[in-house]
């Protein structure tokens, strides 16, 4: 993780020089401690050369005015409106795999078929932007293996039904965590999608995270993203909370 505020409690998802996304912008104690906070930022951000960048609001931060001034004469633009559900690891029951289906990670695929896999199922989204929307395929890979570590490949896996490739999920510890369970990306490809196949693999995606070691799981998805948010809803996950998502205007286009 990047040391560059002057906050305490602060969530950095480091993606660089690819992405960089403030998560969560901790302990600020007036907007002029966050004036400091965002002046660091750019620094750090044109000395890396960082191609697309996100800071990320609660609704409590929003409501006071002076934030949104300030990332508005820092070149930010309010983008999208993102629901956190929280669910909790303790008490789920395992679920074992369906046969028809099956899960390769990167150790076992090549990251030919993993890059193609993410992609289709990247299309046709309904959120209606993520900090990392205006990155090549590649670009995003290559910033979540400086995000999620050397051991990367065990978090990327392909889901496969009667060996075609239909989706992927990608489990993982949040970063300065010891058991928060995170998925870094789910989805399934639009060709199979409707077939109540989400549910079931999302699931599955909390079973890897228990066994992983998360103790609860956070997941996101954009307002727009209805069938997600059901999803969300059917595997018992409870909204915790709505963000809100600040892009740089000078991100790459």
């Known amino acids: 993780m990047v040391k560059i505020f002057t906050t305490r409690e602060a969530?950095?998802?480091?993606?660089?020089?690819?992405?960089?996304?403030?998560?969560?912008?901790?302990?600020?104690?007036s907007a002029k401690h966050f004036e400091e906070v965002l002046s660091e930022l750019m620094k750090y951000i044109r000395e890396?050369?960082?191609?697309?960048?996100?800071?990320?609001?609660?609704?409590?931060?929003?409501?006071?005015?002076?934030?949104?001034?300030?990332?508005?004469q820092f070149s930010f633009e309010r983008q999208e409106t993102q629901f956190f559900y929280r669910r909790d690891l303790s008490k789920f029951k395992d679920i074992e795999m369906k046969s028809a289906f099956a899960v390769?990670?990167?150790?076992?695929?090549?990251?030919?078929?993993?890059?193609?896999?993410?992609?289709e199922a990247s299309s046709g989204s309904l959120n209606a932007s993520t900090p990392f929307s205006t990155l090549s395929m590649q670009?995003?890979?290559?910033?979540?293996?400086?995000e999620l570590g050397p051991d990367y490949e065990k978090n990327c896996l392909?889901?496969?039904?009667?060996?075609?490739?239909v989706?992927?999920?990608?489990?993982?510890?949040?970063?300065?965590?010891?058991?928060e369970g995170r998925l870094f990306y789910f989805g399934i490809i639009p060709a199979f999608r409707n077939r109540g196949w989400g549910k079931y693999l999302h699931k599955l995606s909390l079973h890897f995270l228990k066994q992983m070691g998360a103790a609860y799981y956070i997941g996101a998805t954009g307002q727009n993203n209805i069938p997600m948010q059901r999803i969300f809803e059917t595997n018992?996950?409870?909204?915790?909370?709505?963000?809100?998502?600040?892009?740089?205007?000078?991100?790459?286009?």
């Open 11 to 29: 969530k950095i998802l480091d993606g660089t020089p690819h992405y960089l996304v403030i998560e969560e912008i901790g302990e600020i104690d």
């Open 48 to 72: 890396k050369e960082i191609q697309s960048v996100s800071v990320v609001l609660n609704e409590q931060e929003v409501e006071y005015t002076p934030y949104a001034e300030l990332l508005g």
């Open 104 to 119: 390769k990670s990167l150790k076992e695929i090549d990251s030919d078929i993993f890059l193609k896999t993410w992609a």
């Open 139 to 146: 670009k995003e890979f290559e910033g979540l293996q400086t």
């Open 158 to 165: 392909v889901i496969f039904y009667r060996n075609q490739a």
């Open 167 to 179: 989706g992927v999920t990608m489990p993982q510890i949040e970063e300065g965590t010891i058991d």
């Open 236 to 253: 018992a996950c409870e909204l915790m909370e709505r963000k809100f998502i600040y892009r740089w205007k000078d991100s790459v286009k």
